[in-house]
């Protein structure tokens, strides 16, 4: 019997490993549409903003009034807008995790 509880537990912890590296990986998915302009994980080339390190909530912030259309913008208002408010939340939250 205890065997078996062992083997369920690991199962479980298993399941919920794979379950969050497939979110992270989505996360990662959605930001390689930033790469263009950002960087490859937020760090910009001279000329564009980086991402990576910066605040999260601010970041999130910004998305939103990009999105709404507060925030003028030549393209980030359309980019925007394919996201769900989660999704942009995700977003920052990938790129405010990155090093500098």
């Known amino acids: 019997m205890k065997t078996s509880m062992k083997w369920l537990a690991a199962s479980v912890l298993c399941a919920a490993t794979v379950g969050a ?18 960087g490859t994980e937020g760090r910009a080339l001279e000329g564009n903003e980086s991402l990576a390190g910066k605040d999260k909530d601010d970041m999130y912030q910004k998305l939103m009034d990009f999105k709404s259309g507060r925030k003028p913008a030549t393209i980030m208002h359309q980019i ?4 769900s408010d989660e999704q942009l939340q995700q977003i920052s939250a990938y790129f405010a995790a990155q090093k500098k």
């Open 21 to 38: 590296q497939a979110q992270v990986s989505q996360v990662r998915i959605w930001a390689t549409a930033c790469a263009n302009c950002h």
């Open 80 to 83: 925007s807008k394919g996201y």
